[in-house]
């Protein structure tokens, strides 16, 4: 069961200006894997999203990334696959033709004209639910739009209780299983999978949905973090669950050594304004 260390700048406001803002320190040096995260990313050229690439390429400069985890609604309004290039595979190219490895998950709005499979097939998938290595980091992918289907519920279980030679196993969806921002919490998603989180001890499940920043008290030794915020905001809100929950554009940058993985949330100026440990 993953053990959570703050580092100092968390917050209990739904308002990002009452946050505290600090320099992103330099990154550890038993850092052997990085992994920038972001969700509800597809607003395309000439929105938001373009600060949040640009705050991710600025760190890429100082340390490379490894791997690029999109969380979700990645071509709005209604997932037409032809704006793939332009909602995805140029938006994140300063990263992807660096070699950073894109691990994309599908949302609900990916769904909505029925071109899902089109969609991941521009990404370089095959499957809605899948597993991927990202150095020492194992990202497990799940397809909240079919939490309903016991094939992908058995599939999680095989895969979390499968070996593997990497240091963490972390999961990535697009709906959150606790959530206190205007979707609010999934109940499907607590009933059919965070049993098995809980039992396989996954420590950090990564989604977005919810247009913010959250992060999870530990529950059931499991750290939820909400990072749907990279391109459009909501107000969010605040359950008893709540460590942290803020209105900021954002992403998620996670360094992973073998005996800690750290946690920082970046907004767009490149300051931060969460961080967290979690060691086994």
């Not at 979700?72 to 997932?79: A, K, N, R, T």
């Not at 240091?167 to 606790?178: D, E, G």
């Not at 049993?195 to 989604?207: I, K, N, T």
């Not at 107000?235 to 750290?262: C, K, M, N, Q, W």
């Amino acid at each position: 069961m993953a053990a959570l260390l703050a580092l100092g700048l968390t917050g209990d406001s739904t308002s990002s200006s009452e946050l505290p803002r600090t320099s992103v320190p330099a990154f550890p040096d038993a850092t052997l894997t990085r992994v920038a995260v972001a969700g509800d990313t597809g607003t395309g050229p000439g929105s938001a999203i373009e600060g949040t690439v640009r705050a991710m390429v600025g760190q890429h400069r100082q340390r490379a990334y490894d791997g690029l985890v999109l969380l979700g609604d990645l071509i709005y309004p209604e997932g037409d696959a032809d704006q793939a290039p332009a909602r995805i595979t140029d938006v994140f190219a300063p990263l992807t033709s660096q070699g950073v490895r894109l691990v994309p998950v599908l949302g609900n709005h990916d769904y909505m004209s029925d071109e899902q499979a089109e969609i991941l097939t521009e990404v370089g998938r095959e499957r809605t639910w899948y597993a991927d290595q990202v150095g020492i980091v194992r990202i497990v992918v799940l397809d909240t739009e079919q939490v309903d289907d016991p094939r992908q519920t058995v599939w999680l279980q095989e895969t979390l209780d499968s070996p593997t030679d990497a240091a963490w196993t972390i999961v990535a969806m697009h709906k959150p299983a606790y959530s206190a921002g205007m979707h609010g919490s999934d109940q499907a998603i607590q009933n059919e999978w965070v049993p098995l989180f809980e039992r396989y001890d996954v420590p950090l499940v990564l989604a977005g949905h919810d247009h913010d920043y959250q992060r999870s008290k530990p529950i059931g030794g499991v750290t939820y973090l909400v990072s749907g915020g990279a391109a459009t905001l909501r107000p969010t809100g605040r359950e008893p669950f709540t460590e942290v929950s803020t209105s900021t554009l954002h992403y998620v940058d996670i360094l992973a050594a073998r005996d800690r993985l750290t946690l920082r949330a970046i907004d767009q100026s490149g300051m931060l304004f969460d961080s967290v440990e979690l060691t086994p």
